[in-house]
């Protein structure tokens, strides 16, 4: 029998009725002959409400008790889930991340999956149940309640169709799949049919909105086929597979667009060995993830270096420079929020040429200047001022053909 | 070291700052150099409105799924708890209750308590952390959630304090202790110093309602020392403990009173063998529970056969009676709610006599008509008319001097 795990997020489950229709959706596919786990987030709101909470005793609350309270949001939905699909004549059992468990590491509110054991829930479906899982929980070594971070409940659906070897593992959200670019920013976004793993990869790191990285990569590892689609409509969705000869064949899959990274040039430093790694050892212990680094020699032995890190992490990030600007002896130590990021994504890329230089000219010919440019096997981005970001992202979009299905 | 258990009720927890005036209280003790096990309870009408939500969807929810849900109202109160006493610079964990765990037999909803394991509460206690146990709740052999029913945070705070060998166990409640009777009912009630389990338990098994009786059984098995305290003064409560040749000698050491049951008289039976048998078996298979039953021998062999049941079980046990009528052929099936069970307690009336004379002959001087009389060692208990019941309890306490400490 087929085995398929949905998971469902916060707004398809925000309300009763809500989970009545979720509850409804999982018993048809159970109808149509399929073994079925659901994987579900807390309500909407709910898990802010708990934080509020927590954190009107205190600003920083302990880490490992404000996982054991936030986590009682998702306990909260499987129950009502499970009593749901009971109350319609199913029978259904609801298990808390412990309960599966969803075993990680300890890192409170940030965990990791690393195993999760699949006896316990293959007894349930022998015996013809629906599975509810928690997301975004688990359980470290010592039975610890963990919550995995943002994202959580899309790693733990896709953890869990990992484990049980589920033949497809569909993400409900409130989009319809995964666009080449985002339909806010120009109207000939076009939903892509099937994607590979890694341009979902890249696309969830460039600021794709849709899926986590994390679940990407847990996808990727254990080849989960991953369908992502809209829990308010019965539309087909986007496919996340395996690179396959039948996938689209264009050299650019997607374009994508971050405004939420902020960059820090430091200008005039000494060119010596060693510069670079006193100042991005001092990020790196201070937890300030760099993205793109650029280093420029110019004349008279100096050099600048620029780097991009997120926007909330400006103020840190430029503290620590200047708290060690005394190794550097740098003109200058400047920050930048006025920033975006626009990449374009695509296996294609492996194989085309000119690829970059038609990225690039037909920035140039809108006037838009590139400040920094980075570059992988299957993406292309490039830093430019925040104004032209929207802009930018509707001419690679057109320059690319992206509208166009093959 | 001492080792005290305290437990909290849903009102003093309902709130942020009742937490934090708990946090206190237990700090306070903490300081005085014990170690300390905090037993709480979900947030005053957190249970309720986890219960309403289920209901929504289902009049009768899976219990199991049930235990799931309310669950987690005490998840959340131990949560924050625990985060109050690390900000105010305490090392405290909290246990939900498969944590622990609290080991329990399946029965969801009203689930019984066989094994505590004291082994990881003992390690965090011996590395100096303030424990904090969700209380109501265990989990059986199968890994599932269970809830322990009514009172159940007290049977959960005792049965740690069993577990742990605890010095005391202090039940924090909105009374001051235990009283001589209601003091709603009269001014002259009185608050009783030292009591013990035996007397405790018919207590609460007659009408009291300081103290459940799963947790006074639980104390009296383990013999562990419970105070009965107000959580909103510093006034000393009442201790419940082994009988001992300190305690009061009064022969009467409490007057009790409860409304909450009914009478069903099933007259004209057939005098033969085996009816009974036939009703209270009938009654045992659908859970009604029956507390006193008389049978009068009348003329013509037939006999009347009068019970009282819990009132919410009325309407099911006339039903249940008139189901099987004609294996008895009764002349009359009566059911009636205005009935009220007033009881004397003590351990001292095994050594004095007279006692029942002098409770029957103050109701008579009244004008109040016994229609039903129980007795054990320890109590004796009388059926009469609701409208008389507050009257009774005063005339009692008036007359076993209960006002007069020893």
Not at 316 to 332: D, H, P, T, V
Not at 341 to 360: C, D, E, N, Q
Request: with cysteine; hydrophobic share 40%.
């Amino acid at each position: 029998m087929p085995l398929i795990v949905q998971k469902f997020g916060g707004t398809s489950v925000g309300d009763l009725e809500r989970i009545a229709n979720v509850a409804r959706r999982v018993a048809s596919r159970k109808e149509q002959g399929n073994d079925m786990v659901v994987v579900v987030s807390a309500m909407a709101g709910e898990t802010d409400r708990l934080i509020n909470l927590a954190k009107k005793i205190t600003p920083a609350p302990n880490e490992r008790e404000l996982d054991v309270l936030v986590s009682t949001g998702e306990q909260v939905t499987v129950a009502l889930l499970a009593i749901t699909l009971e109350s319609m004549g199913y029978r259904a059992v609801s298990y808390c991340g412990w309960q599966v468990p969803i075993v990680t590491d300890d890192a409170y509110g940030a965990a990791r999956i690393y195993d999760v054991p699949k006896e316990a829930m293959e007894r349930d479906l022998a015996e013809g149940r629906i599975i509810i899982v928690a997301g975004f929980q688990g359980v470290d070594g010592k039975r610890n309640i963990t919550t995995l971070g943002r994202g959580g409940s899309d790693t733990s659906a896709v953890a869990v169709a990992a484990a049980l070897k589920a033949d497809l593992c569909e993400i409900f959200t409130d989009v319809d799949g995964v666009y080449t670019t985002d339909p806010h920013i120009t109207g000939k976004a076009r939903k892509i049919g099937k994607i590979a793993y890694e341009e979902m990869l890249e696309m969830a790191s460039l600021g794709a909105k849709v899926l986590y990285i994390r679940a990407v990569e847990f996808a990727m590892r254990y080849k989960v086929p991953l369908v992502v689609r809209s829990s308010f409509n019965d539309h087909e969705g986007t496919l996340v597979t395996e690179e396959s000869s039948d996938m689209e064949k264009e050299s650019v899959r997607a374009v994508t667009c971050n405004t939420k990274e902020a960059k820090i040039t430091i200008s005039g430093v000494e060119d010596k060995p060693g510069v670079a790694s006193r100042i991005f050892s001092a990020l790196a212990d201070s937890h300030v993830v760099v993205d793109m680094i650029i280093q420029n020699s110019s004349a008279e032995g100096k050099t600048d270096i620029s780097f991009t890190i997120p926007e909330a992490d400006l103020g840190k990030g430029l503290e620590i420079c200047r708290g060690i600007e005394e190794y550097f002896q740098a003109e200058n130590i400047n920050g930048c929020e006025d920033i975006a990021k626009v990449s374009i994504i695509g296996l294609g890329m492996r194989s085309y040429s000119g690829v970059a230089a038609k990225m690039f000219s037909a920035l140039a010919r809108e006037g838009i200047n590139i400040e920094m440019i980075s570059t992988s096997e299957i993406k292309i981005s490039c830093v430019i001022r925040q104004k032209y970001a929207e802009l930018a992202v509707r001419i690679l979009h057109d320059v690319f053909e992206l509208d166009k299905a093959t």
